[in-house]
């Protein structure tokens, strides 16, 4: 018995129509739960204090985390309202004999989500804004010092190559989605590319758990409802084509929805790739660098006129400049201590303004002088302290992460 199947059925028999019920309600509810329920911040939270006892602050938004507290109490609603309207529902419509026509729509629904999905996170990788390079401050870290997520991170931001790849697999599985006939492709693709993202999540406390696992669930649920993929690559039996259901049978209407698909597909993927490319021009691995561009080391450090030496235990004195963003700066000191600070050069009046970050200054606090591309010298008051330092450039281009580049032949293998 074939409890979901594309194949046109007119009566359904009992146990598909429960699960095609379930399988429905839960996706939708959990999607529009997770876009919208903003709009159910007030019970949400209610139910969260009463049922789970709740009581510290936390926001809706999550701050960039998809597995937040108010994420998993949308999906304790999700999981709750699920049995409820599928016991109703079952009571109401027990009489009905097939779910071909809300079959159909609900799985455009899912390969719609999907799609748009697949393309957002394909794209993210093969422009490489999701995953960077290690930055300067990066290079200076301890391996010790990283978070999971940190570290994974990293690892995923050395090779342009693999996220191209990667990503490129995402955007194929996506876009085999578009037509029906290779949407059964599409979504094993899906499977497969989106296990290795949400296992890589569940091993590096990378907070998309939830989100990434109920992809590859919906990418699943369409991937169920094609049994031949399994007659063919599993038992080695010969298939016969799906009887589909086709809610509209107009062939003048599909060259229409034809057209509009491939329309609204080229302007897709064409306003993706602009506002990327643009975006990673500004912002990514080829944006431009910041003047004093670099890790500085200082050697020489002056503070109201008494030298200070390099003792690793000393939280004041600097180690390192490190420039690697436009109008920011990160202090590193002796015993490993890092602290932001706004960092704006002239290099017309050869000043800098260097503050807390947080600071609203607009003073031009320090003169600097950079005589050659190796040297560069501050002389400033920074908290009431008068500061003199001499730094030397440290090249990031010899740390071992940058400097090893591809080798076809390795005669032993390089791991350090």
Same mark, same amino acid.
């Given at each position: 018995?074939? +409890?979901?199947?594309?194949?046109?059925?007119? *009566?359904?028999?009992?146990?598909?129509?429960?699960?095609?019920?379930?399988?429905?309600?839960?996706?939708?509810?959990?999607?529009?739960?997770?876009?919208?329920?903003?709009? +159910?911040?007030?019970?949400?939270?209610?139910?969260?204090?009463?049922?789970?006892?709740?009581?510290?602050?936390?926001?809706?938004?999550?701050?960039?985390?998809?597995?937040?507290?108010?994420?998993?109490?949308?999906?304790?609603?999700?999981?709750?309202?699920?049995?409820?309207?599928?016991?109703?529902?079952?009571?109401?419509?027990?009489?009905?004999?097939?779910?071909?026509?809300?079959?159909?729509?609900?799985?455009?629904?899912?390969?719609?989500?999907?799609?748009?999905?697949?393309?957002?996170?394909?794209?993210?990788?093969?422009?490489?804004?999701?995953?960077?390079?290690?930055?300067?401050?990066?290079?200076? *870290?301890?391996?010790?010092?990283? @978070?999971?997520?940190?570290?994974?991170?990293?690892?995923?931001?050395?090779?342009?190559?693999?996220?191209?790849?990667?990503?490129?697999?995402?955007?194929?599985?996506?876009?085999?989605?578009?037509?029906?006939?290779?949407?059964?492709?599409?979504?094993?693709?899906?499977?497969?590319?989106?296990?290795?993202?949400?296992?890589?999540?569940?091993?590096?406390?990378?907070?998309?758990?939830?989100?990434?696992?109920?992809?590859?669930?919906?990418?699943?649920?369409?991937?169920?409802?094609?049994?031949?993929?399994?007659?063919?690559?599993?038992?080695?039996?010969?298939?016969?084509?799906?009887?589909?259901?086709?809610?509209?049978?107009?062939?003048?209407?599909?060259?229409?929805?034809?057209?509009?698909?491939?329309?609204?597909?080229?302007?897709?993927?064409?306003?993706?790739?602009?506002?990327?490319?643009?975006?990673?021009?500004?912002?990514?691995?080829?944006?431009?660098?910041?003047?004093?561009?670099?890790?500085?080391?200082?050697?020489?450090?002056?503070?109201?006129? *008494?030298?200070? !030496?390099?003792?690793?235990?000393?939280?004041?004195?600097?180690?390192?400049?490190?420039?690697? &963003?436009?109008?920011?700066?990160?202090?590193?000191?002796?015993?490993?201590?890092?602290?932001?600070?706004?960092?704006?050069?002239?290099?017309?009046? !050869?000043?800098?303004?260097?503050? !807390?970050?947080?600071?609203? @200054?607009?003073?031009?606090?320090?003169?600097?002088?950079?005589?050659?591309?190796?040297?560069?010298?501050?002389?400033?008051?920074?908290?009431?302290?008068?500061?003199?330092?001499? &730094?030397?450039?440290?090249?990031?281009?010899?740390?071992?992460?940058?400097?090893?580049? &591809?080798?076809?032949?390795?005669?032993?293998?390089?791991?350090?």
């Amino acid at each position: 018995m074939r +409890l979901l199947t594309q194949d046109y059925r007119a *009566d359904w028999h009992t146990l598909s129509k429960v699960l095609f019920r379930l399988v429905f309600t839960y996706f939708v509810l959990y999607i529009l739960f997770t876009f919208l329920g903003g709009v +159910l911040e007030t019970p949400f939270r209610w139910i969260g204090n009463v049922v789970f006892g709740i009581d510290y602050d936390y926001e809706v938004s999550g701050n960039g985390s998809g597995d937040h507290t108010f994420a998993y109490l949308s999906l304790f609603v999700s999981a709750l309202s699920t049995v409820a309207v599928v016991s109703i529902w079952s009571l109401l419509d027990s009489k009905r004999k097939s779910y071909n026509k809300l079959q159909y729509w609900f799985l455009v629904f899912l390969r719609v989500v999907l799609i748009a999905a697949m393309l957002l996170y394909g794209f993210v990788k093969v422009f490489k804004l999701q995953f960077p390079s290690a930055s300067l401050t990066h290079l200076l *870290d301890p391996l010790g010092d990283f @978070s999971p997520m940190g570290l994974a991170w990293t690892y995923m931001g050395y090779s342009k190559g693999f996220n191209v790849f990667v990503g490129a697999l995402e955007v194929l599985g996506g876009l085999l989605l578009i037509p029906r006939r290779t949407q059964t492709l599409g979504s094993f693709i899906i499977i497969g590319v989106m296990t290795q993202v949400a296992v890589m999540n569940f091993c590096f406390d990378i907070p998309v758990k939830l989100f990434s696992m109920h992809l590859v669930l919906m990418a699943l649920a369409i991937f169920i409802t094609d049994h031949r993929f399994l007659n063919v690559f599993v038992k080695n039996k010969a298939v016969e084509s799906y009887h589909y259901y086709h809610p509209i049978k107009d062939p003048q209407y599909h060259k229409i929805i034809l057209w509009i698909k491939s329309i609204v597909l080229f302007l897709l993927i064409s306003f993706i790739s602009f506002n990327f490319y643009t975006t990673a021009s500004h912002r990514g691995e080829n944006k431009k660098k910041p003047l004093l561009y670099g890790i500085w080391e200082a050697s020489t450090f002056i503070k109201n006129g *008494d030298t200070l !030496q390099p003792l690793v235990t000393d939280d004041y004195r600097w180690r390192y400049l490190i420039v690697d &963003f436009k109008e920011v700066a990160t202090i590193k000191t002796m015993n490993d201590k890092k602290q932001r600070y706004t960092f704006i050069p002239d290099s017309s009046s !050869q000043k800098i303004r260097l503050h !807390q970050k947080n600071s609203e @200054s607009e003073v031009y606090n320090f003169n600097y002088k950079n005589p050659n591309s190796e040297v560069l010298e501050l002389e400033g008051i920074l908290a009431l302290d008068t500061l003199q330092i001499i &730094f030397s450039r440290k090249d990031h281009e010899k740390f071992n992460l940058n400097a090893r580049g &591809f080798h076809w032949i390795n005669e032993r293998p390089y791991n350090k």
